[in-house]
C-alpha cells in the first residue's frame, strides 16, 4: 500500500524568513555601525577604518543571507538555505527530532551520510512546515514539534 503524502510529485512548499525580518536586521545592525562610526578615536586610524567598512559588508551580507534563506520541501526531498543548498532525500534520514532551546525549537533531521538538516521555528509558517516534513518522512520517524508554554501574569505578579 503506498503512503499517502501531502505534496503531490510536482509540487513544492517553500518556507522562509517573516518578510520584514532581513530589513530590520539591516536598519538594527546599520545603526550600531553608525553609532560606532561616530566614536572619533575608532574611525581616525586606518585599522579602525578597516573594521568598521568589514562591519557593514559582513552586516549586509548577513541580511542578503536572510533575504535568501529557504526551506523548500517537496514529496520526497528538502533542501535548505541561502547560497549553498543542502538537499536531502526523505528517503535517506535516519533520525528526525524536535529540540526545544533557548526560547526557540527546531527540527533536525539526520541523513544515513552523516548530513544533518536544521529547521528552526524562527521561519514563516513553521507548523505547516513541520506538516509537510512529517508527510514525507516514513512513519517511525515523524516529528511532532511541541507548543511552547507562555506564562501568563496576573495583576498580582506584576508588582
Same mark, same amino acid.
Given at each position: 500500500?503506498?503512503?499517502? !503524502?501531502?505534496?503531490? =510529485?510536482? +509540487?513544492?512548499?517553500? $518556507? ?7 530589513? /530590520? *536586521? ?16 575608532? =574611525?581616525?586610524? /586606518?585599522?579602525? #577604518?578597516?573594521?568598521?567598512?568589514? $562591519?557593514?559588508? %559582513?552586516? =549586509?551580507? /548577513?541580511?542578503? &543571507?536572510? &533575504?535568501? /534563506?529557504?526551506?523548500?520541501? @517537496? ?13 536531502? #532525500?526523505?528517503? @535517506?534520514?535516519?533520525?528526525?527530532? $524536535?529540540?526545544?532551546? @533557548?526560547? *526557540?525549537?527546531?527540527?533536525?533531521? &539526520? ?9 528552526? +521555528?524562527?521561519? !514563516?509558517?513553521?507548523?505547516? *512546515?513541520?506538516?509537510?516534513? !512529517? ?13 511552547? %508554554? ?6 498580582? @505578579?506584576?508588582?
Amino acid at each position: 500500500m503506498a503512503q499517502h !503524502n501531502g505534496l503531490m =510529485t510536482g +509540487e513544492h512548499s517553500t $518556507y522562509r524568513w517573516p518578510r520584514g525580518t532581513p530589513l /530590520f *536586521c539591516l536598519i538594527g545592525l546599520y545603526a550600531l555601525g553608525f553609532l560606532a562610526t561616530a566614536q572619533p578615536n575608532l =574611525t581616525n586610524l /586606518f585599522v579602525g #577604518k578597516v573594521v568598521v567598512a568589514a $562591519y557593514f559588508l %559582513a552586516s =549586509t551580507l /548577513f541580511a542578503i &543571507y536572510l &533575504y535568501r /534563506f529557504r526551506v523548500v520541501v @517537496d514529496a520526497t526531498s528538502i533542501r535548505t538555505g541561502a547560497f549553498f543548498i543542502k538537499q536531502m #532525500k526523505f528517503a @535517506d534520514v535516519v533520525r528526525a527530532k $524536535y529540540a526545544q532551546g @533557548d526560547g *526557540c525549537g527546531q527540527i533536525i533531521l &539526520y541523513a544515513s551520510n552523516g548530513m544533518r538538516i536544521h529547521i528552526w +521555528e524562527t521561519i !514563516n509558517d513553521f507548523e505547516a *512546515c513541520a506538516r509537510a516534513i !512529517n508527510s514525507g518522512l516514513p512513519e517511525h520517524h515523524s516529528v511532532a514539534p511541541g507548543r511552547r %508554554a507562555v506564562e501568563v501574569l496576573s495583576g498580582s @505578579d506584576l508588582v
